[in-house]
T-cell receptor
């Protein structure tokens, strides 16, 4: 059974800081790993999808890396802004188990 | 491109009542997922469809939950009878294919409160 852990559970930073959110998973036989953003009372918005054969993906100020062998992914947010405040979730998909989410990292960026 | 549509957005019911949620996935997406998200937790998969067939329903409480996907497009999730612990956000998602390197897109969710 796949288990996904996200650290830290919560983070509060001043505007402008560069951030690192961590996601670890126990079964490295994944097809892909996806990072999502969830605003309060809303659904999930896909941020980045990393295929199992890829090492990283970038979109604007976001960069996600994947190290399958160590069971880790990192979401890097550059020059954080108050609008980045949300919960960030990672999820893995694989052939032998169902799509599995972590509990998320709740981020607050204050002006 | 229209996103995943869900209704209703909010529902309040008493315990032991029944409730149904509706989902319309992105056009052309073969795979549809229903997730349950309890406050403070990540989404938990309840059921996954590939077209109108069930891929996985191992975490669906089948004594009270049921789901169907009509003609491989729209889907409904039903709870009967509801319990207090069913209070959660129910999220529907869709993707082009089953598992293989395709992005999942989520609806806004239905927030269920059981009192």
């Amino acid at each position: 059974k796949q288990e996904v852990t996200q650290i830290p559970a919560a983070l509060s930073v001043p505007e402008g800081e560069n951030l690192v959110l961590n996601c670890s998973f126990t079964d490295s036989a994944i097809y892909n790993l996806q990072w999502f953003r969830q605003d309060p009372g809303k659904g999930l918005t896909s941020l980045l999808l990393i295929q199992s054969s890829q090492r990283e993906q970038t979109s604007g100020r976001l960069n996600a890396s994947l190290d399958k062998s160590s069971g880790r992914s990192t979401l890097y947010i550059a020059a954080s802004q108050p609008g980045d405040s949300a919960t960030y979730l990672c999820a893995t998909s694989g052939g032998s188990y169902i799509p599995t989410f972590g509990r998320g990292t709740s981020l607050i960026v204050h002006p | 491109e229209a996103g995943v549509a869900q209704s209703p957005r909010y529902k309040i019911i008493e315990k032991r009542q029944s409730v149904a949620f509706w989902c319309n996935p992105i056009s052309g997406h073969a795979t549809l997922y229903w997730y349950q998200q309890i406050l403070g937790q990540g989404p938990k998969l309840l059921i996954q469809f590939q077209n109108n067939g069930v891929v996985d329903d191992s975490q669906l409480p089948k004594d009270r939950f049921s789901a169907e996907r009509l003609k491989g497009v729209d889907s409904t999730l039903k709870i009967q009878p509801a319990k207090l612990e069913d209070s959660a956000v129910y999220l529907c998602a869709s993707s082009l294919f089953h598992t293989m390197n395709t992005e999942a897109f989520f609806g806004q969710g239905t927030r269920l409160t059981v009192v």
